[in-house]
T-cell receptor
Framework: GQSLEQPSEVTAVEGAIVQINCTYQ??????LSWYQQHDGGAPTFLSY????GLEETGRFSSFLSRSDSYGYLLLQELQMKDSASYFC?????????FGGGTRLMVKP | GAVVSQHPSWVICKSGTSVKIECRSL??????MFWYRQFPKQSLMLMAT?????????EQGVEKDKFLINHASLTLSTLTVTSAHPEDSSFYIC?????????????FGSGTRLTVV
């Protein structure tokens, strides 16, 4: 089976940088992805790491280290609209397994 | 591209009745679709994998007779919650992957909030 651990909540101020960590256990996977979900909405794709290293997409970056079974999502120049839940998910066997989610609260 | 449409977005039904939720891939064909369930402030839990033209694969603990899945075409999968009870109230989300696109990308429907009264 697969399991992923994330902090349940993170609070940061507008304009700051925040890092959301994700550790996982798996017997094999293709890559680690990140999704954003606002309350009442559907998850939207943010980033995907198939290889070790950093992937940058605008204000969001994601990192993967297979040797450490660890990844993170980095959000820069935080905006109020970034307040949402963020999920890491392992892609393996043609399906996604999600972590418990991290609720990010951005304060003025 | 890669749009998944899910209907209805919300539904209220009485205990004992059945509710059907539709998931359509609008601009691609999906041989496989996924159905998730999400309780408030919790993660997405995979319920079943819907396979076009064959039986769905259910995750452990999911009652296949209660959550009927039909994937009759390459663009449509339906989830029917039969004999609904208040404990079935939840947010149901479908997902599909456009395998014709390069790279990775699962697209999610907008979700269906089911309330059983």
């Amino acid at each position: 089976g697969q399991s992923l651990e994330q902090p349940s909540e993170v609070t940061a101020v507008e304009g700051a940088i925040v890092q959301i960590n994700c550790t996982y256990q798996t017997s094999g996977f293709y890559g680690l992805s990140w999704y954003q979900q606002h309350d009442g909405g559907a998850p939207t794709f943010l980033s995907y790491n198939a290889l070790d290293g950093l992937e940058e997409t605008g204000r969001f970056s994601s990192f993967l280290s297979r040797s450490d079974s660890y990844g993170y999502l980095l959000l820069q120049e935080l905006q109020m609209k970034d307040s949402a839940s963020y999920f890491c998910a392992l892609y393996a066997g043609n399906m996604l397994t999600f972590g418990g989610g991290t609720r990010l609260m951005v304060k003025p | 591209g890669a749009v998944v449409s899910q209907h209805p977005s919300w539904v209220i039904c009485k205990s004992g009745t059945s509710v059907k939720i539709e998931c359509r891939s609008l601009d691609f064909q999906a041989t496989t679709m996924f159905w998730y369930r999400q309780f408030p402030k919790q993660s997405l839990m995979l319920m079943a994998t819907s396979n076009e033209g064959s039986k769905a694969t259910y995750e452990q603990g999911v009652e296949k007779d209660k959550f009927l899945i039909n994937h009759a075409s390459l663009t449509l999968s339906t989830l029917t919650v039969t004999s609904a009870h208040p404990e079935d109230s939840s947010f149901y989300i479908c997902s599909a992957r456009d395998q014709g696109r390069l790279g990775y990308g699962y697209t999610f429907g907008s979700g269906t909030r089911l309330t059983v009264v």
